[in-house]
């Protein structure tokens, strides 16, 4: 099986192009592929130019009209760009076609992503789901690929071997026919992934401590969150895709309560649905959480698009009807005015901070402590110095507001989690009557 090419070494200029179909979509192609333009530049490919195309009558073969091909193949020759890159989807026999005409590269907004992936995967599941999503993709694209060996510079397994014997049908067959057993070999691969980590989290799950899935457009600060708050250690980068690998650190909050945050991958516009199906071993954390951080950069003049796209994903995933924290980061780039005018767009308040300066980030502790009130109680407890396990206890897993002594006994304002309850009722202070305690214990 070929594999699709190192482009970051062997490309030196680009050109972009945006197709749309409609007049009414063209602010909302420019926007997409200025977001082209940053993800090329992510692989580290400089841009030569880009190019916006209204297109009145596509056509199959190329996308656009033989006309308008032809010209803007003429365009990619005359400033020196040696591979062009599409911000719309193109069907293999597509992009043969531009090759064919043209003698240069050309790709599409899916395979670009798809190399960030491969890029920016560290752990072995990600690159599994990394590599699952290029198979995929490469597969239709194989006789294209074939026509290309001499620009690609070979590829590994099979694939070269065959071209070393010359091309023809039976070649090309037996490499599909290995690209579909890697694929499915993948697949059973990233089954294992999950019941692995379906094991973790049981493990985690004997003591119970709420979850929360840190979720958001791509570069909103999702990483940089979840450093702040837990003074973990997770690359936090100003780059598209910074973060693959789901990082999951616990966290006391100021009132005592533990958090499990869980940091996942960013979404973006038009991400191709092959790589959503690739990575629910990892956005599945989003799925299984008890609420969601979902953080949007709020300098972003397309931050209500981007907080849609990313609601679009949460729902194929079944994730978006979950209790929901929107945090607003960045506001140290917005004028106050425009700070109010952003955070009343949302249907439910939204917190906002900058974690570049702190401010905010009191604010946003507070609320990640609101979202789990129905799960802590706050107690006045009288315990015998020799419940020491239990003093341990709720320093471990609450908070003690306040401790003072009487006699024997340790006198403890506290903040415990609902699920010790039945292990301290037999300490409260006062003693609560039978029947009110089973209304106490039955209270949300």
Not at 52 to 69: C, P
Not at 349 to 358: D, E, H, I, Y
């Amino acid at each position: 099986m070929f594999e699709i090419r190192d482009k970051p070494k062997v490309v030196e200029k680009a050109l972009l192009i945006g197709a749309y179909f409609d007049r009414r979509e063209k602010d909302e192609a420019a926007s997409l592929l200025e977001e082209l333009h940053e993800l090329v530049g992510t692989l580290g490919i400089p841009v030569e130019h880009a190019e916006l195309v209204m297109v009145k009558d596509s056509n199959r073969k190329y996308l656009t009209g033989k006309g308008k091909a032809h010209e803007l193949i003429a365009m990619a020759k005359e400033k020196g760009c040696d591979v062009i890159i599409f911000d719309n989807s193109l069907a293999p026999m597509q992009q043969r076609a531009w090759e064919n005409e043209g003698g240069v590269t050309v790709i599409d907004r899916e395979e670009v992503i798809l190399d960030i992936f491969a890029m920016r995967a560290r752990t072995a599941e990600a690159q599994l789901q990394v590599e699952l999503a290029r198979q995929q993709y490469a597969l239709p694209r194989l006789a294209r690929m074939w026509d290309h060996l001499d620009r690609q510079g070979g590829g590994g397994g099979s694939g070269g071997m065959g071209a070393a014997r010359g091309e023809g049908e039976s070649q090309l067959e037996t490499d599909r026919r290995l690209a579909r057993r890697r694929i499915d070999a993948l697949r059973r691969q990233l089954v294992e992934v999950r019941q692995q980590r379906l094991t973790q989290r049981k493990e985690r799950q004997r003591v119970p401590v709420p979850a929360a899935a840190i979720v958001g457009y791509t570069n909103a600060g999702k990483s940089t969150l979840l450093n702040t708050i837990t003074g973990a250690s997770v690359v936090a980068e100003d780059k598209l895709f910074a973060t693959l690998d789901p990082t999951t650190r616990k966290v006391q909050l100021p009132d005592g309560q533990q958090l499990l945050l869980t940091d996942t991958v960013g979404f973006i516009r038009n991400l191709p649905h092959r790589l959503v199906e690739s990575f629910k071993a990892t956005l599945e954390e989003a799925a299984l959480a008890d609420f969601l951080v979902h953080v949007l950069d709020a300098s972003q003049e397309r931050v209500f698009e981007f907080y849609e796209t990313t609601m679009a994903v949460l729902k194929e995933l079944g994730a978006d009807d979950k209790k929901m924290l929107v945090v607003l980061n960045k506001i140290d780039l917005l004028p106050a005015d425009r700070r109010n005018q952003v955070a009343a767009h949302f249907n439910q308040p939204a917190t906002m901070v900058s974690l570049k300066t702190g401010e905010g980030l009191p604010l946003l502790q507070e609320r990640l402590s609101e979202m789990m009130l129905d799960r802590t109680r706050r107690v006045n407890l009288r315990l015998p110095q020799s419940e020491f396990g239990l003093i341990s206890l709720i320093h471990q897993q609450g908070k003690i507001l306040k401790q003072d002594y009487d006699g024997n006994d340790v006198l403890v304002d506290a903040i415990i989690p609902r699920r010790y309850e039945a292990q301290i009722e037999r300490y409260l202070d006062p003693p609560v009557p039978a029947r009110a305690l089973e209304a106490w214990e039955a209270a949300p």
